[in-house]
């Protein structure tokens, strides 16, 4: 699992040699090249770079938070924190037998609420299609929304689910990670609440830092005492 | 622009330049990444009495929607300079020289930034000239290659820009504003380092075939300094002062 890692910035040389290049790298003759400021990752037979910084961009199969900004009479359009805006057919809501005059979309979500919802379906040529029909999918009735930066998502998830669990442990608080970097934050204890979120706030500041989980925990630990 | 000074020795008996450089001396530049919290990315070079900020927004929806094209992004550059930027106050309305400027930078940002993966959507560029003294264009492409990068948008390399000339019949790197006005030629290059790829090169001025080499060696050399010092700029950002 350990494998040399380094820091790169676009146009960096990771290395030369027959890999397979993956994520935010090109493969330019034998060189391998990044194409993104992050940290090079070097496995068996493949290379990949962890971008630092940059827009979420719908991947299939990602659980993402969105926020109704619009309706139609058969669709809802969510804001996904993305250059692309979420579309969610009705009948995704209504089921099948969705009727355009019978059914009233505003009934069920109205513009502004907040949505855990599943990317169906992406591809270059359209808006990423959202389906909310899944277990733990749907309407959320009660958090705050927490905005970080979507590339620091892997890291506020950790190791293995690390890091979260840390931080639900400590404050009691049930955390939904969207992969767009909007995370919901639900507590039946104020002072959980303002500690889960301010956690959230420092592993998105200090994402590059190293061994972040103790310094959480530190954080989290601290602040019970006093 | 102002009247031209007579008694001006771009290059003295010692190989002095007007302003105490060497020859192959570039002036003092300072890259930072960053600064500016409302852009996607950002980034501030003072190159020498240039100072230039530049903040970058997207990939984001296309206004208006007609511009946007369903197999690529775009890139839109937008090269200012604030009417107090030189000695006489600038008119802030986009002139024909900034419209070109915006244009060619543009077009040397393009063979780096890998629009191709966001379809339908724009990278803006925001380029804004604080205080100008010969080859902006330069300082500003490289900039704007630093708050790309910071942005998160994917390069196949940075672009590093510095422009060379001919002076007092001598091959110089990076032209200042006195050497631009009364030399012989200025010749800004783009240069993608790790690709070894040209992707600006302008020409204002007469070289001989022999000379125009010189100037492309000289001015590729300058490009590699810059660039190492974009690189430093989005390190210190990004991985403190850590190991590299």
Not at chain 2, 179 to 200: C, F, N, R, V, W
């Amino acid at each position: 699992m350990e494998n040399k890692r380094k820091y790169v910035i676009p146009g960096d040389v990771i290395t030369t040699g027959p890999y397979r290049p993956e994520q935010n790298v090109i493969l330019d003759g034998n060189k391998i090249i990044s194409t993104a400021i992050g940290i090079s990752e070097i496995y068996d037979d493949s290379i990949k770079v962890i971008p630092l910084t940059g827009k979420y961009i719908p991947k299939i199969d990602d659980l993402v938070i969105g926020k109704v900004v619009s309706h139609t009479s058969l669709s809802w359009e969510l804001d996904i924190n993305s250059c692309y805006v979420g579309f969610l057919p009705a009948q995704d809501v209504f089921g099948r037998d969705f009727s355009a005059h019978a059914d009233e979309l505003s009934s069920k979500l109205k513009s502004g609420d907040l949505v855990a919802a599943r990317i169906a379906n992406f591809d270059r040529t359209r808006d990423p299609l959202v389906t909310i029909a899944d277990r733990d999918l749907g309407k959320i009735d009660s958090g705050h929304l927490v905005k970080i930066s979507p590339s620091k998502v892997p890291r506020l998830i950790g190791k293995r689910g690390t890091m979260i669990q840390t931080i639900e442990m400590a404050t009691g608080a049930a955390i939904t990670i969207g992969q767009n970097g909007w995370v919901v934050v639900s507590c039946e204890t104020p002072e959980g609440l303002l500690k889960a979120k301010k956690a959230i706030q420092m592993v998105d500041e200090k994402a590059h830092v190293a061994n972040l989980t103790d310094q959480v925990k530190e954080m989290l630990e601290s602040k019970g005492e006093s | 622009m102002g009247g031209r000074d007579t008694t001006l020795v771009l290059l003295d008996e010692n190989g002095i330049r007007c302003d105490g450089r060497k020859v192959d001396e570039p002036r003092r530049i300072m890259i930072k990444a960053g600064g500016l919290k409302n852009a996607d990315g950002s980034a501030y070079i003072e190159f020498g009495d240039n100072k230039i900020l530049v903040g970058v927004f997207g990939p984001r929806d296309v206004h208006p929607k007609h511009m946007s094209n369903t197999d690529t992004g775009i890139l839109r550059v937008r090269y200012h300079m604030e009417p107090f930027s030189v000695t006489e106050r600038k008119n802030p309305a986009p002139s024909r020289r900034e419209i070109e400027i915006s244009k060619v930078i543009k077009e040397a940002l393009e063979p780096a930034v890998m629009l191709d993966k966001f379809p339908r959507t724009a990278v803006d560029v925001f380029i804004e000239v604080l205080q100008a003294d010969g080859g902006t264009r330069c300082a500003a492409l490289s900039a704007a290659s630093v708050a790309l990068a910071d942005a998160g948008i994917p390069m196949r390399d940075m672009v590093a820009a510095c422009a060379a000339g001919k002076a007092a019949d001598t091959i110089i790197l990076d032209v200042n504003n006195e050497e631009d006005q009364a030399g012989q030629a200025d010749m800004p290059i783009g240069y993608m380092p790790s690709l070894e790829k040209i992707t600006l090169l302008q020409l204002d001025g007469v070289l001989t075939p022999a000379e125009y080499k010189k100037c492309v060696e000289t001015g590729i050399h300058g490009c590699k300094i810059v660039y190492e010092l974009q690189k430093k700029a989005l390190t210190e950002k990004y991985f403190g002062n850590g190991e590299k």
